[in-house]
């Protein structure tokens, strides 16, 4: 069993930048692909990123695309998501979740850490 702890929330005006983490326990985070979603009031859950387990290919939403870059450092169990640029619009729960190849089903989700972006 993984265990996924996101941190780096926090209040930020529109046009700054925040930095989260996803810090896993229980397991090696190596053998997992990791996603980082999103759920806003009143909208549906959103892939916001994903990453491969070496990192070495990476997708992005179109929204988000040129602003949020995700990355891994396999050797703290960590993954990333920076943040920059932000806007309104990026206000959500952010969440990590990881997956084992070549399942399609994200296995665990963090619990989520909370990004508010201010006009």
């Known amino acids: 069993q993984v265990q996924l702890v996101e941190s780096g929330g926090g209040l930020v005006q529109a046009g700054g930048s925040l930095r989260l983490s996803c810090a896993a326990s229980?397991?090696?985070?190596?053998?997992?692909?990791m996603g980082w979603f999103r759920q806003a009031p009143g909208k549906e859950r959103e892939l916001v990123a994903s990453i491969t387990t070496t990192g070495g290919t990476t997708n992005y939403a179109d929204s988000v695309k040129g602003r949020f870059t995700i990355s891994r450092d396999n050797d703290k169990n960590t993954v990333y998501l920076h943040m920059n640029s932000l806007k309104p619009e990026d206000t959500a729960v952010y969440l990590c979740?990881?997956?084992?190849?070549?399942?399609?089903?994200?296995?665990?989700w963090g619990q989520g850490t909370q990004v508010t972006v201010s006009s």
């Open positions: 979740a990881a997956k084992l190849p070549p399942s399609r089903v994200n296995r665990y």
């Open positions: 229980g397991r090696t985070l190596s053998r997992y692909a």
